[in-house]
């Protein structure tokens, strides 16, 4: 903090006094000023170059501009500046109207905002938004979940079973392959990763107890089981009465390829087959919805699938 007298010195001016209490309440740039309290550009910048200088005031640059608040080693709210500046709202004519003013250029603030996303309304999903990514959001959604037992069945390297472990109480992640199953074990190890067991297995044989998990995942993978039905059924058994189930999975396509490519059984599945093969597996509560779709060729689109084991009463 500056001087007692050069603070005084600069609180002297009524015009620096309405500036600050301004900024006591609000980040304004020198335009915001400038409209609040009708004064030119220079005689602002002067202003907050006087109330800087008396450590009063401290600025950020947000892309082009600079905004102003009051500084943060003011002295704080009971203080005898702070009195000051409570004397001064009242016997400032202005201040009442600076006041309504500032409210006036906030809304403004918001209306350029609101602006903003009505333009994009419609299309916001599928143009580029920076910081709106896929794994953002899963992180987003995995703190609401409870922290369960969570079986990922065709984990694969462990990616999203690293993910589910921020919340779960153990994830068992199973995978066919022996070297992804190494690859999962060193991430986890790597990560400091405690509650994930990496366990060899097929997903039509899945060596975990009846009723041992509450929450089973298909991210991907049933789609490279040779008997899904028997994948199903699988989860089924080893889930608590009244689990759940969540497949993500494509939605059927026409590309060939994808069995030489991505040593895929199935060329993805239809909503009516997976909801069939659910029922039969004993699922109830079944609800299927397309969650994605890429728009490159040849533009697989990703099915999203939950059920619920049917609870003994």
Not at 77 to 101: C, F, T
């Amino acid at each position: 903090m500056s001087s007692i007298v050069k603070t005084l010195k600069v609180l002297a001016d009524p015009s620096r006094l309405r500036i600050l209490l301004l900024l006591k309440e609000e980040e304004l740039s020198v335009a915001e000023l400038q409209e609040i309290l009708a004064m030119g550009q220079s005689t602002i910048s002067t202003h907050l170059s006087q109330l800087k200088q008396a450590e009063l005031v401290e600025d950020r640059r947000t892309g082009k501009n600079n905004l102003y608040r009051a500084s943060s080693a003011a002295p704080a709210e009971g203080s005898p500046l702070d009195e000051v500046l409570e004397l001064a709202k009242d016997e400032i004519a202005e201040a009442a109207d600076d006041q309504a003013a500032m409210r006036r250029v906030l809304r403004k603030r918001q209306d350029k905002t609101r602006a903003f996303f009505d333009s994009v309304a419609g299309r916001l999903g599928k143009d580029y938004v920076p910081g709106k990514s896929w794994k953002s959001l899963a992180e987003a959604l995995l703190r609401l979940m409870p922290p369960l037992v969570v079986a990922d069945l065709g984990a694969g390297e462990g990616a999203f079973a690293l993910l589910l472990a921020q919340r779960a109480r153990k994830v068992i992640a199973i995978d066919s392959s022996a070297r992804m199953i190494e690859v999962g074990r060193e991430q986890a190890l790597r990560h400091g990763v405690k509650n994930i067991e990496y366990r060899l297995g097929d997903m039509e044989e899945i060596p975990i107890g009846n009723g041992d998990v509450d929450l089973v995942f298909f991210s991907q993978s049933l789609h490279h089981a040779q008997h899904p039905e028997r994948a199903l059924a699988e989860a089924a058994r080893i889930l608590v009465p009244g689990g759940r189930i969540v497949i993500l999975d494509l939605m059927r396509h026409r590309f060939e390829d994808a069995r030489e490519l991505y040593a895929d059984e199935w060329l993805g599945f239809t909503e009516v087959e997976l909801e069939s093969m659910l029922q039969n597996a004993g699922f109830v509560s079944i609800e299927l919805a397309v969650v994605d779709k890429e728009p490159d060729a040849p533009q697989f689109q990703t099915l999203l699938v939950v059920g619920d084991k049917k609870a003994i009463f």
